[in-house]
């Protein structure tokens, strides 16, 4: 964990992004390290958990943290929360709230509100289209022999 907050600090303090940093650890080894660069890359899905998960998957070679932990300098945001359970980790830690992040300006407050929404009643309007077409290509992943299934 304190290399996570190392890298929150050094890493903001660098002019990369946010405060925010994590690790992965495997076998009690820290295999990959990340670090916020939203403002840096001009890119809002590189939080520190993505980027850590990215780089962590690389090393294993898989689209999976199986048998691995993330620490993170902050309770994960819901893209990163979806993110982490994606990837399967065995467990996650983390140091600061979703309160104190809020309390220095990064409120997600808001997208875990719109989620318990009805999808008509959400700030960012959402029309479904072309769903028939759309079908085919479920249909192809079914009938796909060799597909690796995550």
Not at 14 to 43: H, L, M
Not at 125 to 140: I, N, T, Y
Request: charged share 25%; with cysteine.
């Amino acid at each position: 964990m304190r290399e996570a907050i190392r890298l929150s600090l050094e890493k903001m303090q660098a002019g990369y992004g946010g405060p925010f940093g994590a690790v992965v650890v495997k076998d009690g080894q820290i295999i990959a390290r990340g670090f916020n660069q939203v403002t840096s890359t001009n890119d809002p899905t590189c939080h520190a958990e993505i980027d850590v998960i990215r780089k962590a998957c690389q090393v294993l070679g898989s689209h999976q943290l199986d048998g691995c932990d993330l620490y993170t300098s902050c309770e994960p945001c819901p893209m990163c929360l979806g993110a982490i359970y994606w990837a399967r980790p065995a467990r996650v830690f983390y140091a600061n709230t979703k309160a104190d992040a809020a309390a220095v300006g990064f409120d997600d407050q808001f997208i875990y509100d719109e989620i318990e929404k009805p999808l008509n009643q959400r700030r960012l309007p959402m029309q479904q289209l072309l769903r028939d077409e759309a079908l085919g290509s479920f249909r192809a992943w079914q009938e796909h022999e060799s597909k690796t299934h995550y």
